[in-house]
């Protein structure tokens, strides 16, 4: 009897299926690894076994231990055994070491806490992991390798039968994987059983007893690590056929638009942490340029970086046009002519309550407008001119933006840089959470604005779309180029390779 | 689609007709609890003189608001600013129009460098607004009491004293009054007639001049109103902090809604992420709007100080929440990106008008106090709802 399984779970959202069907087992003592692109639906499957999507909100069975089980919420699942360390740790940084182990589960009588039995359970927890952490020390003041160990020093207080790891490493440094991993290996000799989601196929194939590869919310297939190899791991993760939504066309490619030299980023948090590592490229007019990579590889830290708009440090050198120029803040990029349709439209690219109008004429708002006192009128037929090319389905463009679908929404945002006149077009997941439809009007501009001569810089977590739009794709993979492609040389399975790392 | 953009379109002026229409209500109220006093010329007079200080701050406060940040310091800043100028006009001594040019100039560029200085440690040193402000809060009524050295100084300057204590008379106010109705009609023709010159379809005049009926009605009322107050038998017209008030609030309308300033104000309050990424220098317009808040509270204090016809240490004391508290009622979010000029306006008279009523009624102080606080936050609870609904 397995200590997990899932049977058939089907999870719906509004207009997509994230899981359709997705079965899983683990047994006691062994090591599962999930693999799939980002939005196979990793992530939401886990959400389903910690109860974060309750029962009764998708269909299929959870069994633990042969007996089924309905969660309604993670204490369910965490009675049940079931841990889960995401990969955005819920510490609270400034409480200790011992309080987050214990917080909501403080040994206490009426209400008082026993601070000696907390910290001397806590410590006792952390000694049988070999950890050398004071469990008196603010969380805040450890590293991020250390705060993961935490973490799993918590799941364990609890004594959780099934460990969930998502993305463990990807912000340790090698020694402190080591460490992770050595610890993990003791918890397996305990009969803990694990589920490892990873992009990193090395450690994968270096850990796991079993892999298991999801696409597009469905189990392609679950191999024995020994019986499977990474070219076939990667075949099925990319396995899509890339259909016919991309329109076959050849764009012109005139002088250098853009040329970006010796980029390097900086984590805000960790100043000496690189997460964009001495990048240089340059992208002609009339050019699609892809940027590939696996989450967190640094691609839109990338562009924002280049755009000036990075909040820790950098340092580049930029040449517009084959002339350097300084961009230290985005009124300055937008100035030399670059253009920046950020991701995640709702955060960083909409003023949600105002309307479609004040949003499209806002990053233009003096040069469409006047300098000093505005003019609706010249805002309007500008908005106007957008809507009618960019076909927002709109009745009017004192809509407000909030009322508007993700894909006119996406077109609004859109919108607003094109009325900027760029030269040089940065495009953030351009497609991410709108429909079919509204992708192909998407890539459909996006060809247009190549074809009228515009430099266009893509990133995108859809692998297909990197590969249908762009004349030419570099990979990121931990802030570093491992790949360069042409049109056709650019297949899912080498871009595939070069983002997780494998040659 | 079409029946969204209208429900859209309509709730900001829904909002603004049921303010009316509660404003109304208590007007109705005061008149028939006052046996017909509260509507009469004289009181309307003395209420609009009420809330004159209190209005001007809120016009500047209203646009911090909006951005996104909040000043609590404007009461201790209007305390310390009216010191200032009564420290120039009557203990420098010195003679008669260089004291008040250098009480008025005094009172000013301090609290444009108070608005400034704040200012900046919200915006350039990330402190956040709310700390700075109540910083200022205790720091500047320090600073008043220390220059007036615990003591009310009294102004004996006319000149000064007319700047709180003025009327302009009836015929002025029926000039401006003229002007001002010219502007709305004019305002009205340009809007119709661009819709034609942008080529986007034929100018509707008449659609303008009727649009302009209201506000001519307004213009016209207030006037007549205002001029029918007589004292002692003379007929002495609108008053002057009133006439200041209108200025403000009509520069704070002219800025909120046409200017790229303006705009740029309410991206930054609606969402600052995205404000940013779009070019806009955040950081700096937040501090030119605390500067442009200094000057109002400024404008303020030299109205109160003249009003009050001295400088005392406890001037402005909680003038910091009315004026807040005018913009809440108006519609405004404390969260940034909403509200109006003239939201906060009525918020203003609907506060005066409750103070004005239930002191004419007799209502006991502290029960003023009471009723004041329960109605602030019934009405953004009702707010609160009905945006929920819609």
């Known amino acids: 009897m ?27 003592g062994e090591f599962h690894s999930l693999v799939g692109e980002n939005g196979a639906g990793k992530s939401t499957l886990m959400k389903v076994l910690s109860g974060v999507y309750p029962a009764g909100t998708f269909d299929g069975e959870i069994l633990v231990n042969g007996s089924q089980k309905n969660f309604s919420g993670i204490r369910d699942s965490e009675n049940a055994g079931i841990a889960i360390i995401f990969q955005e740790l819920s510490l609270v940084k400034e409480l200790t070491v011992g309080e987050n182990i214990f917080l909501g589960r403080e040994p206490s009588r009426f209400g008082v806490i026993n601070w000696s039995e907390l910290y001397h359970r806590a410590s006792k927890l952390l000694q049988d992991l070999h950890l050398p952490i004071d469990p008196r020390t603010p969380v805040g003041n450890l590293g991020i390798g250390q705060q993961q160990l935490v973490e799993i020093a918590k799941a364990l207080s609890q004594d959780a039968r099934i460990l969930v790891l998502d993305e463990p490493t990807a912000a340790l440094t090698e020694s402190e994987v080591e460490t992770l991993f050595n610890i993990l290996k003791k918890l397996k000799s305990r009969g803990v059983g694990m589920i490892y989601i990873s992009h990193k196929l090395d450690e994968v194939f270096a850990i796991s007893d ?46 250098i638009a853009l040329s970006v030299k010796n980029l390097n980023v900086y984590s805000p948090d960790a100043p000496e942490k690189k997460l964009v590592d001495d990048v240089s490229f340059e992208v002609r007019r009339g050019e699609v340029l892809g940027i590939a990579g696996l989450m967190g590889a640094g691609r839109s830290e990338l562009l924002t970086a280049i755009f000036g708009a990075w909040p820790g440090k950098f340092s580049r050198e930029i040449e517009v046009d084959e002339k350097p120029v300084a961009v230290n803040s985005p009124s300055d990029a937008i100035a030399n002519g670059i ?34 006192v505005t003019n609706r009128t010249r805002e309007a037929i500008a908005a106007e001119s957008q809507i009618t090319n960019l076909r927002v389905k709109a009745s009017s463009p004192l809509m407000v933006a909030n009322t508007l679908s993700g894909g006119n929404q996406q077109k609004v945002v859109l919108g607003k840089w094109l009325l900027t006149n760029p030269r040089v077009l940065f ?35 859809e692998l297909p779309e990197v590969l249908g739009l762009s004349d030419r794709v570099i990979v990121l993979q931990e802030g570093r180029v491992t790949g360069e492609f042409t049109r056709d040389e650019a297949t899912a399975e080498k871009v595939m390779a070069a983002a997780t790392g494998h040659k | 689609m079409e029946e969204e953009k209208k ?40 209420l609009m003189t009420q809330m004159s200080v209190t209005g001007i701050i809120a016009v500047g406060m209203l646009m911090v608001i909006v951005s996104g940040n909040i000043d609590l310091s404007v009461g201790s800043v209007l ?69 007036l050295a615990g003591n009310t100084t009294p102004i004996s300057d006319e000149t000064f004293k007319f700047i709180g204590q003025g009327y302009i008379g009836s015929f002025l106010g029926w000039v401006l009054g003229a002007l001002a109705i010219v502007f709305v009609i004019f305002l009205a023709y340009r809007g119709a007639r661009s819709v034609k010159d942008y080529g986007l379809g034929e100018a509707n005049y008449k659609g303008a001049l009727l649009k302009a009926t209201i506000p001519v009605i307004g213009i016209i009322a207030f006037v007549w109103v205002m001029n029918s107050y007589a004292i002692d038998g003379n007929y002495v017209g609108v008053p002057v902090p009133v006439l200041i008030l209108v200025a403000v609030a009509l520069l704070g309308s002219f800025l909120t809604n046409s200017t790229v300033f303006g705009r740029y104000l309410y991206a930054i309050g609606g969402n600052a992420d995205a404000a940013r990424l779009s ?29 009050q016809g001295s400088a005392a240490p406890d001037a402005g004391v909680l003038k910091e929440l009315d004026a807040i508290a005018a913009c809440v009622i108006g519609g405004a979010s404390l969260m940034g990106g909403r509200g109006t000029i003239f939201g906060a306006c009525l918020g203003a008279i609907i506060m005066a008008s409750l103070d004005n009523g239930m002191g004419l009624i007799g209502v006991r102080d502290f029960m003023q106090d009471i009723i004041k606080g329960s109605i602030l936050v019934a009405a953004v609870g009702l707010d609160m709802m009905g945006r929920k609904q819609s």
């Open chain 1, 339 to 372: 253009g920046f349709v950020t991701e995640d439209r709702k955060r960083y690219g909409l003023i949600l309550e105002q309307t479609i109008l004040d949003n499209m004429t806002l990053a233009a708002l003096r040069a469409i407008s006047g300098r000093i």
């Open chain 2, 7 to 46: 429900s859209k379109v309509n709730a900001t002026a829904l909002r603004a007709y049921i303010m009316i229409a509660v404003l109304g209500v208590i007007w109705v109220y005061f008149h028939w609890a006052t046996d017909g006093t509260f509507l009469t010329p004289r009181n309307l007079s003395n």
């Open chain 1, 427 to 461: 495009l953030d997941e351009p497609t991410r959470g709108i429909d079919v439809g509204a992708k192909q009007e998407i890539y459909a501009e996006i060809n247009k604005l190549a074809k009228d001569g515009l430099a266009i810089v893509m990133v995108s977590s």
């Open chain 1, 2 to 28: 397995p200590l997990l399984e899932m049977r058939n779970i089907v999870k719906e959202f509004p207009g997509v299926r994230a899981l359709d069907g997705v079965s899983f087992t683990l047994e006691a």
């Open chain 2, 79 to 147: 305390g310390f600013a009216g010191g200032l100028a009564a420290f120039g006009i009557t203990t420098l001594e010195l003679p008669f129009p260089q004291s008040i040019i250098v009480g008025v100039v005094a009172a000013i560029a301090v609290t444009v460098l108070i608005g400034v200085f704040q200012g900046m440690l919200t915006a350039y040193f990330n402190i956040p607004a709310f700390i700075v402000t109540l910083g200022g809060l205790l720091a500047w009524r320090g600073a008043v009491k220390w220059l």
């Open chain 1, 210 to 255: 079993r892999i298991t590869v999801l696409r597009d919310g469905q189990t392609v297939v679950t191999h024995a690590a020994s019986e499977t190899t990474k070219d076939s791991v990667i075949a099925a993760m990319v396995g899509r056929e890339v259909g016919d939504i991309f329109p076959e066309v050849t764009h012109e490619h005139g002088d």
């Open chain 2, 279 to 307: 070019g806009i220098n955040n950081k700096r317009n937040i501090l030119k709007v605390y500067a442009l808040l200094g000057a109002l509270t400024g404008v303020a204090a030299l109205v109160y100080t003249a009003r």
